[in-house]
């Protein structure tokens, strides 16, 4: 019998950003690589690395011809492709998880190749782009000379300022469903606090001519959101992890780049301020005098930001518990809801980096994969115009998966206990009556 004696979780291995057009030539390989991590990584190394990308990216294109490569798996490693622009590759190679056993004959290394979902992982890679795109732009707007620089020494300095930052901050051992929904979490206001924060939205909009735009968080759940879903999500994730410092009351400004219409629009400030349990982002055009807008700001929408802020806790107190998971068995039915047109997710199972502080809200990851593959099915398949989509499987330990689908919107029930099928359909319908009312249903109806 083996016996488990060490574990290694996914970690990552390396990270590169390569243009084969920028060195066409033998003896000019080198040129090709625009970042790399590891930086340390010996030039040998990383010019091994970029050519074996491009032979796999060739190869695969004599069967398709749309560049669709996305992954390669091996015993040890995961290789996840993205080219986010024309002619630019982005490459993240993942060590595989591993347990170290042994045996009569010595040890050995089993490894967990499906643990590594392609599509959680490539999201992850998808968003390390739309979040160097968030504050620089795209690739090719920065392939541009600047002061003493070239074009291209310019856009590998802006690529290694940003990204030896960023990698730093991956927590790829917390990577999962919520990964691959790229949603947020909305939340629910009475009609009188929604409609107080939409006239303070309203107001500073008027005031200031130099806003456009506004996002309103109340902890990490949003309120407002003037912005695209995608680059909603993109700032959300930038305000809820490390990248982000600011304390109570201190302004944090960056140039941004927010898609509108289709089109990129440039935005000279993006000022986040913090006031109690309330983060406030504007999108300002031009500023002629930056410190005068923010003592205006400070009078004008500090007093009203802090009686908002208040009334939120208190309503949210005379609430039944959001977080209705604390006191419940693991066993307990869970439920995660997706809805792909606002990109607004809830539920009761913990994701993300909530995992660890609930770990009875969590599921395995294996069941986290089903329901990955699930969503993958819908989004392949299309969504249902009319009518419900419905799927139902069990897993070899008992877990009971349901999905429902309509009109873009999902939700997936997960049942821990051995049950017959019209059990499970019995337990889907009292879940859906508890906590989709108003939220999931179908014949045009709308939904939140």
């Not at 780049?257 to 504007?282: A, D, G, P, W």
Request: hydrophobic share 35%; proline share 4%.
């Amino acid at each position: 019998m083996s016996i488990p004696v060490l574990k290694a979780g996914i970690s990552l291995r390396s990270f590169f950003i390569f243009n084969s057009s920028f060195g066409p030539k033998e003896g000019e390989e080198e040129k090709k690589i625009l970042f790399y991590h590891p930086q340390e990584t010996d030039i040998d190394s990383k010019v091994k690395d970029v050519g074996l990308c491009e032979a796999i990216i060739q190869f695969s294109n004599t069967f398709t011809n749309d560049d669709s490569v996305h992954a390669m798996h091996t015993q040890k490693s995961c290789q996840l492709y993205h080219q986010p622009e024309p002619g630019y590759w982005m490459t993240m190679i993942l060590n595989v998880p591993f347990e170290r056993k042994s045996r009569e004959t010595g040890d050995y290394n089993e490894y967990h190749g499906d643990d590594i979902h392609d599509t959680i992982y490539q999201a992850v890679l998808k968003q390390s782009y739309r979040m160097f795109r968030l504050f620089n732009g795209t690739f090719a707007s920065n392939l541009k000379p600047v002061e003493d620089l070239d074009a291209v020494a310019n856009l590998i300095g802006r690529l290694e300022q940003f990204y030896f930052k960023y990698i730093l901050h991956l927590k790829l051992k917390d990577c999962d469903v919520l990964d691959a929904f790229g949603s947020v979490q909305y939340l629910p206001l009475n009609q009188l606090l929604f409609l107080r924060v939409q006239n303070f939205i309203n107001m500073i909009e008027s005031t200031f001519e130099p806003i456009k735009h506004c996002v309103f968080l109340y902890d990490d759940s949003v309120i407002w959101s003037g912005i695209n879903p995608h680059d909603l999500y993109t700032i959300y994730e930038y305000l809820n992890g490390p990248m982000f410092q600011t304390t109570t009351g201190q302004e944090h400004s960056r140039k941004v780049f927010i898609h509108e219409n289709s089109l990129e629009k440039t935005y000279n400030f993006m000022v986040c301020r913090k006031v109690q349990n309330i983060t406030l982002c504007l999108f300002l055009e031009e500023v002629e005098n930056e410190q005068a807008l923010y003592h205006e700001l400070n009078a004008v929408i500090n007093p009203q930001l802090t009686s908002i802020s208040s009334d939120i806790t208190q309503h949210l107190a005379q609430q039944p518990s959001h977080d209705c998971t604390k006191d419940e068995p693991a066993s307990a039915p869970r439920f995660i809801y997706f809805n792909e047109l606002n990109l607004h997710y809830r539920g009761t199972i913990k994701l993300g980096t909530q995992k660890r502080n609930n770990s009875a809200a969590t599921l395995p990851n294996d069941v986290m994969n089903l329901i990955v593959d699930l969503l993958d099915d819908s989004r392949k398949n299309g969504n249902p115009s009319n009518g419900t989509e419905e799927t139902i499987l069990k897993t070899h330990d008992d877990y009971w998966i349901v999905k429902r689908s309509c009109n873009a919107r999902h939700v997936f029930i997960v049942l821990n206990k051995s049950s017959t099928l019209i059990d499970v359909s019995e337990e889907t319908k009292r879940i859906l009556d508890q906590n989709m009312k108003g939220m999931f249903f179908c014949n045009g109806d709308g939904g939140k």
